[in-house]
């Protein structure tokens, strides 16, 4: 089944009134939230990692203002009341989608989160790490880190570790040949080549003590100006 | 607060035994769960991805249960009973890590799902898209898509796009400064000139209409064999 996201659009606002980015509840209308309104979980996502930043509870008025407001709101099962996440720490919640299961009782609400996540101060409410999704140039970069710690014979990566002429080469090597794949207009000669130079170029910037990390920030600091 | 990972470490079981890959519970046992024991959700999350699968419930013979085989077993609330995931579809959830919260009552568990996860047969229960990270590598994507689809005077990318003799000699321009830079063992001049690099191979591959994705599925199967 398509996976229903839910509509960010405004909808007539009855508890609740908005003056600038502070969210005004009519006090007489959260007193009045039946204690019996259906609470279903929210996990809320980071857009940028995929992380799980937490779990929270949420009613229909805290649904109702999270769509009013583009804020993750939540109803605190401990306080019974209705909760704007960051509003007290400034950690906002600004929705991006949101998203039901197949059974409709719970809610997935990829945010893009201000500071931390958890009232910790901890990036995520289950772990100050932020886990990196599985990925080949990660997978090889663990092989790089192997071979350094446990030379092994016969190893490639190993014999151009060892020698940086040969592997910068290599690298010069394999550019000129995506170059020419490419002037040649063959896709899957393109793809082959693109793997090769991107693996001397990773190994490369490995035994220079240099992180994809690394090469990715300073492309950010690019774009962000 | 640091995360608890929990331990998968064999515990006595009391409740089941394992016979190879099955687990056989003792009816008594199950049927003796009181139904007071209390429920916690639990976010299964797929390492590969990042992306969020379903959210179940466990009790304690649940998360028993998942230590001692190394797969999710739930509470199904609608049934009343325990449930291995993918017992009967063959979509198992071979556990990484478990997870608790800051306030320890929800768990994040880290599967290797096979598979869909979703009984609809979806990726997962709030999708059937696979959520990427956000990553300078899509968002320079996504700007060579609209510098093709609406052309900016002055842009740089778009000039290079226009021109593929120019932008194939800036690679290989880019490449021996990377080499060179190597050679000198900075590692800031490194940094910037592999993201030179970086930036002219992406975009002369989206030129080719190769993707990133491509070349990474191609290092996938170099590295399978």
């Known amino acids: 089944m398509k996976s229903l996201a839910v509509s960010l659009t405004m909808r007539p606002l009855e508890c609740a009134t908005t003056g600038g980015a502070r969210v005004h509840l009519n006090p007489h209308c959260e007193a009045d939230m039946p204690s019996n309104d ?3 979980p929210v996990v809320a996502q980071d857009v940028k990692t995929n992380n799980v930043l937490m779990l929270a509870y949420a009613n229909k008025l805290a649904l109702r203002m999270t769509k009013r407001t583009g804020y993750m709101h939540y109803w605190s099962r401990s306080r019974n009341k209705l909760w704007k996440k ?6 906002l919640q600004k929705v991006v989608s ?3 299961d197949c059974d409709r009782d719970t809610i997935l609400a990829r945010v893009r989160q201000t500071g931390p996540a ?3 101060n901890t990036y995520s409410c289950f772990t100050d790490t932020v886990f990196k999704p599985e990925d080949i140039f990660e997978t090889l970069a663990q092989v790089f880190r192997e071979r350094k710690r446990a030379p092994k014979k016969g190893s490639y990566t190993y014999a151009l570790m060892k020698d940086r002429d040969r592997l910068l080469k ?3 090597e394999e550019a000129v040949e995506l170059i020419v794949a490419i002037q040649n207009r063959k896709k899957a000669r393109v793809t082959a080549e693109a793997a090769d130079l991107v693996y001397h170029v990773l190994l490369a910037l490995f035994t220079a003590g240099v992180s994809l990390d690394d090469v990715k920030a300073e492309l950010e600091r690019r774009h962000a100006t």
Chains 1, 2 share one sequence.
Do not use: A, V, Y
């Open 170 to 172: 290599k690298l010069g």
């Open 38 to 40: 259906p609470l279903i």
């Open 98 to 100: 949101l998203h039901t």
């Open 118 to 120: 958890c009232h910790k």
């Open 86 to 91: 960051g509003e007290e720490s400034g950690h």
